[in-house]
């Protein structure tokens, strides 16, 4: 039995009357590959940000590395690293410097803050664009980068919302590779959401399919294939099922709008 | 994990200046924003300054109106600069970057702290401006070290307060037309309503009281 490193009971969140997470309740084990799917509105961005200490809870609990998330903020913090959707590197500093101050942030001892950032923009293939400035640089690059400065401290848990949001197939495909490089490396739990199928079906060691807040189904890629009955489905078909069909899916104006002003920045 | 145990006031104190040290650096990669900063206090002691001096339409006493209005100017554009300061906040909230400093696990007062104090130091920029122009036009200043210190002490103390203010406002309205329009509504009548430039002698009884609550006086 491997250690859990993420527990989340009855988790609930609400927005007036709205119930965007709704007595949500997972387990994530150390070192696995964990993806939260789910159309607009299902309340996968609300999850990871009460998981990041960003949103109280309404109520029920979670524990991150062991930490209560409403209790020991600051040691939940310290323990993960979060790489928002939308852009999250600053565009007029260089990228050494970006993550020179997250290693002043996050306390790296000073004598190891230059290895570290030298090993972490080799890791990210930025060596040689150390020191320019972010601004210039493309979006493959920026999403690269923003994971870098997520994890120079080592989290055991790395949140990521979106993270391939907006980047082209081969971007996509070179952020994945660090991704699932670091996890070999360093044991990081992954935790991440997504809109596209085929990444969570090439990369996740289990998924959770979300809707109107709740977990709709729950299992590794083949439970989930298999779990209409029938037969195997294709993940797209099984996604289809428990995300449903409506036509006024697809979240509210500002996660919308939010969403495309990443994937333009990025793009 | 390699965070060591540091005392919280220390950590307080080390993290504000990081946040500083960044925004700071900033101006080393792109410094047209010291450049714009000089625009507003340049054109009022150049033109609305030289204007009123010529019209003598001011009545500041035995003090040249020049003179009266140098240190009124760099107050207001000091002021002017760190009530939006705020924007800078609502712009990196949009993109993800407060978030990301948010789930790190720096005190969220050093965040705002840190922030408020570059811009302290930033307004450093408008005093040499002011100073500078006010040699130009041959306003009779004050040299001595003390007076100079005192200044530079007011400025950055005065711009940190005032950018901390916007930062507060910049969290509560959160969107940018919204910043603006607060920001306009507490300039103007800041300005106004102070002895910046003119003298509060020749103010209606009721706007003396006004003026000399107003901190921009």
Same mark, same amino acid.
């Given at each position: 039995m491997s250690e859990i490193v993420l527990e989340i009971k009855s988790l609930t969140r609400r927005f007036g009357a709205f119930t =965007?997470?709704?007595?949500?309740?997972?387990?994530?084990? =150390?070192?696995?590959?964990?993806?939260?799917?789910?159309?607009?509105?299902?309340?996968?961005?609300?999850?990871?940000?009460?998981?990041?200490?960003?949103?109280?809870p309404s109520s029920g609990e979670a524990r991150v590395a062991s930490f209560?998330?409403?209790?020991?903020?600051?040691?939940?913090?310290?323990?993960?690293?979060?790489?928002?959707?939308?852009?999250s590197v600053d565009g007029s500093l260089t990228g050494y410097e970006n993550l020179l101050i997250f290693a002043k942030l996050y306390d790296l001892p000073h004598r190891e803050q230059q290895a570290r950032i030298s090993q972490a923009l080799e890791f990210m293939?930025?060596?040689?664009?150390?020191?320019?400035?972010?601004?210039?640089y493309s979006g493959g690059m920026v999403r690269r980068l923003e994971i870098a400065q997520a994890t120079l401290h080592r989290p055991r848990v790395l949140f990521l919302d979106e993270p391939t949001v907006g980047l082209d197939p081969i971007a996509r495909d070179a952020v994945w590779k660090l991704l699932v490089d670091m996890r070999a490396k360093y044991g990081t739990t992954l935790f991440f959401t997504t809109h596209y199928l085929e990444e969570a079906e090439s990369h996740c060691d289990r998924m959770a399919i979300m809707h109107l807040g709740k977990v709709a189904a729950l299992g590794t890629c083949k439970e989930l294939e298999t779990s209409l009955g029938g037969g195997a489905h294709t993940l797209s078909e099984v996604f289809v099922h428990y995300a449903g069909t409506a036509l006024d899916s697809g979240g509210n104006f500002h996660d919308v709008s939010a969403e495309r002003a990443t994937a333009q920045r990025l793009g | 994990m390699t965070a060591t145990f540091i005392h919280p006031l220390t950590a307080f104190i080390e993290k504000t200046f990081v946040i500083t040290e960044f925004e700071l650096r900033k101006l080393r990669h792109d410094f047209t924003e010291l450049i714009t900063r000089a625009l507003q206090p340049a054109l009022w002691l150049l033109i609305f300054g030289q204007v009123f001096s010529r019209s003598g339409a001011m009545h500041t006493g035995n003090i040249p109106y020049l003179d009266f209005i140098a240190p009124g100017i760099l107050a207001q554009s000091v002021l002017f600069v760190a009530i939006f300061y705020g924007i800078n906040v609502i712009w990196e909230r949009d993109l993800g970057i407060v978030q990301k400093f948010l789930a790190s696990p720096t005190p969220r007062a050093a965040l705002v702290l840190g922030k408020?104090?570059?811009?302290?130091?930033?307004?450093?920029?408008?005093t040499a401006i002011v100073y500078g122009?006010?040699?130009?036009?041959?306003?009779k200043l004050n040299w001595s070290p003390l007076a100079l210190l005192n200044v530079l002490l007011i400025v950055v103390l005065a711009a940190t307060l005032f950018s901390t203010f916007s930062l507060i406002i910049a969290c509560i309205v959160k969107t940018r037309e919204r910043f603006m329009g607060v920001g306009q509504v507490l300039t103007m009548p800041l300005f106004f309503a102070s002895n910046a430039i003119y003298p509060t002698d020749i103010m209606p009884g009721w706007l003396k009281v006004i003026s000399h609550l107003n901190p921009l006086t």
């Open positions: =965007a997470v709704d007595a949500l309740t997972l387990s994530v084990n =150390a070192g696995e590959v964990f993806g939260l799917l789910g159309s607009n509105g299902a309340g996968k961005t609300t999850t990871i940000k009460m998981l990041t200490t960003l949103l109280p209560s998330i409403t209790t020991q903020a600051v040691s939940v913090r310290r323990s993960i690293g979060y790489v928002p959707q939308a852009v293939g930025l060596t040689a664009d150390g020191g320019r400035l972010v601004g210039q | 408020g104090f570059s811009a302290g130091i930033r307004s450093l920029s408008q122009l006010s040699l130009l036009l041959g306003v």
